[in-house]
């Protein structure tokens, strides 16, 4: 198969290339998608690097009535709108900076104006239009790695008009991404997967818990932050105050995902689990339903692809009278659950109850279920587990399948099962930035 073009070869790099940081196992697309695809850290290298964009003042590009490439600088106004697919925004020009800095139209617009025909151009003749965004842009709200950084190709999809708060008519145009496929610059779990890898998170394996005789090593690397947390392992605890940017920027996120699935009651995450894993690394059977834990459990998934089993416990999907739960996916689950329903109505008292459970299991060998779900996991993705009677009945272990894979878990500590003195590790400010509202 040819090898995909990336869009730095397509939109020709203006700028130097940074080290390549490999977020899965196509290497070569990487670059791409953790810096943009060029950029520039002058108005003149950018005009030059970009024959779409020869255009040394003003917000667009213009060539044979078409509109090639559009830049977004500076203050958009509050009706502006930009993510990574869509943009709405002024088409600019005829504006000038008010007394308190903010660009104002003073000039009224029409189908005449010359960027708006261009803009209709290139819509109508469904023309890639590349956009640029600048430093300066403040609707994006983050910072930005370069002086103009280009975004990736874009459809003009509308162009109207509008009163503006000065009462002018104002040209205000909407695009959309061209290839919806392309992994999109700049792009949240991108920018955190290369972060985590360049700080010291304090990542280890640690010894099994019961193991000590000859140690044995987990086959993969934690690290917790927030309240301590125990599980098949000790690990240390350090406090959110502690945390690094990127611990938090990810908590952000999970509590938002905590809150999407659940509802606004769900309790707050006040522990994160950074777990890593390098190339066939994984996780066991096991559930999360220490005594010690709230009910939700919420996991950000970044770098290689993983897959996620669940199945039932072994003694459920066995089962005996004992274990009075009959649950979906249990051997003879049709036969127990009418002996539980004959049990139950008064048609079985206990004794027989129980004999012809014992019956039903006598004679089949006691083995592990089948899953019940496999999740592939992608880089970005999100899984939010909800309920106790899930780790209850239910097991989950992960097998990691590419180079580097982490996994961070947010979980609600009870605070009353944690001593005294360490109860300030789970407490958490966020900063304006870490807070995420799902965009
Ligand atoms: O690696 C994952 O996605 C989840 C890890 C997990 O199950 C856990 O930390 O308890
Ligand atoms: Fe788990």
């Known amino acids: 198969m040819p090898k995909k073009r990336t869009c730095s070869e397509n939109m020709q790099d203006g700028g130097t290339r940074k080290p390549r940081i490999e977020q899965n196992d196509t290497a070569g697309d990487e670059e791409a998608r953790n810096q943009p695809p060029a950029w520039a850290d002058s108005r003149h290298s950018l005009c030059s690097a970009l024959p779409w964009f020869r255009s040394v003042q003003g917000g667009s590009y213009q060539s044979n009535k078409l509109c090639y490439g559009f830049l977004l600088d500076r203050d958009g106004g509050p009706r502006d709108y930009l993510d990574d697919e869509i943009v709405i925004t002024r088409v600019g020009g005829d504006c ?72 002018k008519t104002g040209a205000r145009v909407r695009f959309q991404k061209l290839d919806l496929e392309q992994p999109s610059w700049p792009n949240g779990p991108n920018e955190l997967f290369k972060r985590l890898q360049e700080v010291d998170l304090g990542l280890r394996r640690y010894p099994v818990r019961g193991q000590s005789a000859d140690e044995m090593l987990t086959a993969h690397f934690a690290v917790n932050f927030g309240m301590p947390y125990k599980y098949v392992v000790s690990v240390d605890s350090k406090g959110f105050d502690e945390a690094p940017v990127e611990i938090m920027f990810a908590l952000g996120r999970l509590d938002w995902a905590t809150r999407e699935a659940v509802g606004a009651g769900a309790r707050k995450p006040n522990e994160l689990l950074t777990v890593g894993y390098f190339q066939d690394m994984s996780m066991g059977f096991h559930d999360d339903g220490e005594d010690s834990l709230g009910p939700t459990i919420a996991t950000l998934s970044l770098g290689s692809q993983a897959t996620m089993r669940f199945r039932l416990k072994k003694k459920y999907y066995n089962g005996n009278a004992a274990n009075a739960a009959v649950l979906p996916g249990c051997e003879f689950f049709e036969e127990r659950k009418e002996l539980k329903e004959q049990h139950e109505n008064g048609e079985l008292d206990d004794a027989e109850y129980v004999n012809k459970c014992m019956e039903l299991t006598s004679d089949i060998t006691r083995r592990e279920a089948k899953d019940m779900i496999a999740l592939e996991l992608h880089h970005g993705d999100m899984v939010v587990m909800h309920g106790s009677l899930l780790q209850k009945y239910y097991e989950h272990s992960i097998a990691s399948e590419g180079k580097l894979r982490y996994a961070l878990t947010a979980r609600h500590v009870l605070e009353e099962k944690v001593e005294l003195k360490e109860r300030a590790k789970g407490q958490l400010k966020f900063t304006a930035d870490q807070i995420y509202d799902g965009e």
Do not use: C, Y
């Open 96 to 167: 000038k900076l008010d007394a308190d800095g903010n660009l104002k139209q003073h000039r009224n617009q029409d189908e005449n104006t010359r960027v708006v025909e261009s803009l209709r151009e290139s819509m109508q003749s469904g023309l890639a239009v590349g956009l640029i965004i600048g430093n300066k842009n403040t609707t994006i709200a983050r910072k930005l790695p370069h002086r103009f950084n280009v975004m990736a190709w874009f459809r003009v999809v509308d162009v109207w008009f509008e009163k503006t708060s000065n009462n």
